[in-house]
């Protein structure tokens, strides 16, 4: 079994989450660059490396059953798994992602992994949202470069918004950012005492009263219709719905930012992963039920938005003996939202005969994960492939932006 080393934030990406939450001078120029659409984009890291073969099985691959063991997915018996075409299956827990591939909003990248081989959390996730080549380039993350590329445009409010305690990686760098993370712990002070709090910054320090009415005024929008906010942690399904949900009711706002970066944590499934139920299945529904938050939220937003969700490695083929799996390579990708060509499996699918995995133990990854997020982001808001290789995925000439994503 691999060792798992947990990454802890850093003061520096503590600070780092809300110092520019109220810099914005004018909004980069997202219908300019979209062709006259307001498009917005959401970005889920799903921490710890997703099994992607238990997301979406290959049940048509006559090696999957026998090589994943218990973990693997059926078509029939008590908790079959949902025929996507008639090679792949997805997980049971993701009937809204099932509904939403079926509408052809949704679509799945098989076989998929950044050029990251090895089998450290932490330096995966360093490649997975800085968008370098290697680890080690932890100043900023491939979104903000993004956001920062794009041309000036209007100002109507924050542009990007980190979702979580601390700002994702991918969303840190040069363009200020807006930061909420739902509430966890006892219950917030009554509307009173942030008035008198905010009476007396008034008069001892503007700084600090605009900061913290800036922040109330995010958690009124963020919380529900019935005032109350979210209590859950990003790394349980309710905590994901309640994310998703006060990030939906941001990213819908006239005003409100275009981008945002959540971070779900929890997918590390070395012992009792198990398959269509359990622990994995269990996250699974956490995410679907995300992703439906942003759909129910955004309202007509969703026709103009997109949302992908990544993961910085796969897991091994075979199970362990703690009925989990271990560091792997190849995994999936999800993309979903109104413009989304959905309906698809995006996969050159490897085998997963003894000879063709990788290492004699992985999925062989056949595209790289930036191929996708370029095919995205030139789509999406024109960025061009020398600013996509140059400046947001940097020394990544030779990975071409994947066409054809959105209808």
Same mark, same amino acid.
């Given at each position: ?16 989450? +809300? ?11 997202? &219908?300019?660059? &979209? +062709? ?11 921490? $710890?490396?997703?099994? +992607?073969? @238990?997301?979406? *099985? ?5 090696? #999957? *059953? ?33 509904? /939403? ?14 050029? #990251? ?11 997975? %949202? ?9 100043? @900023? ?12 445009? %209007? ?9 979580? !305690? ?23 002070? $009554? ?9 007396? #910054?008034?008069?001892?320090?503007? =700084? ?29 399904? *309710? ?44 996250? /699974?529904? =956490? ?9 129910? $939220? ?31 390579? $190849? ?27 990788? %290492? ?28 996509? !290789? ?5 020394? @990544? ?5 994947? *066409?054809?994503?959105?209808?």
């Amino acid at each position: 079994m691999t060792l798992c080393e947990i990454p802890s934030p850093s003061r520096r990406a503590l600070l780092g989450a +809300g110092a520019g939450c109220f810099a914005w001078a004018c909004l980069p120029g997202f &219908a300019h660059a &979209a +062709g006259g659409r307001d498009m917005r984009l959401v970005t889920i890291v799903l921490r $710890g490396a997703l099994d +992607g073969l @238990s997301a979406v *099985a290959p049940v048509g691959d006559p090696a #999957y *059953a026998d090589l994943h063991g218990s973990l693997a997915l059926r078509l029939d018996g008590d908790h079959p798994a949902l025929p996507l075409d008639g090679f792949f299956a997805l997980n049971p827990a993701m009937p809204n992602l099932a509904r /939403l591939f079926r509408a052809g909003q949704a679509s799945v990248v098989h076989a998929v992994a950044t050029s #990251y081989r090895e089998r450290s959390h932490f330096d995966g996730q360093d490649v997975l %949202e800085s968008g370098h080549a290697g680890p080690g380039f932890t100043g @900023s993350g491939w979104l903000n470069r993004a956001l920062s590329a794009l041309p000036a445009g %209007e100002r109507v409010g924050p542009a990007g918004l980190a979702v979580g !305690a601390v700002a994702p990686l991918v969303i840190r760098g040069p363009a200020p950012v807006l930061g909420w993370a739902p509430q966890v712990g006892p219950a917030p002070a $009554g509307d009173d005492l942030a008035r008198r709090v905010l009476d007396l #910054y008034g008069r001892r320090d503007p =700084g600090l009263h605009a900061a913290l009415s800036q922040g109330l005024a995010t958690e009124r929008l963020a919380g529900d219709a019935a005032g109350r906010t979210g209590r859950g942690d990003m790394a349980s399904p *309710a905590g994901m719905r309640q994310a998703a949900e006060g990030a939906a009711r941001l990213l819908a706002a006239d005003d409100g930012p275009r981008v945002a970066a959540l971070a779900f944590d929890g997918w590390d499934t070395h012992v009792n992963e198990g398959g269509a139920t359990g622990r994995l299945s269990q996250l /699974l529904g =956490g995410l679907d039920g995300a992703i439906a938050a942003l759909e129910a $939220g955004l309202g007509p937003r969703w026709r103009d938005t997109t949302v992908v969700a990544v993961t910085e490695f796969g897991r091994t083929v075979h199970i362990n003996g703690t009925v989990g799996t271990d560091h792997g390579t $190849g995994t999936v990708a999800f993309l979903a939202g109104g413009g989304v060509r959905g309906g698809r499996v995006v996969a050159d699918w490897p085998g997963l005969a003894a000879p063709k995995l990788y %290492e004699g133990r992985d999925l062989q990854p056949t595209t790289d994960l930036r191929a996708v997020l370029k095919g995205v982001l030139a789509e999406q808001w024109g960025l061009s492939a020398g600013v996509l !290789a140059g400046d947001v995925f940097p020394g @990544s000439d030779g990975v071409k932006p994947m *066409a054809g994503l959105f209808a």
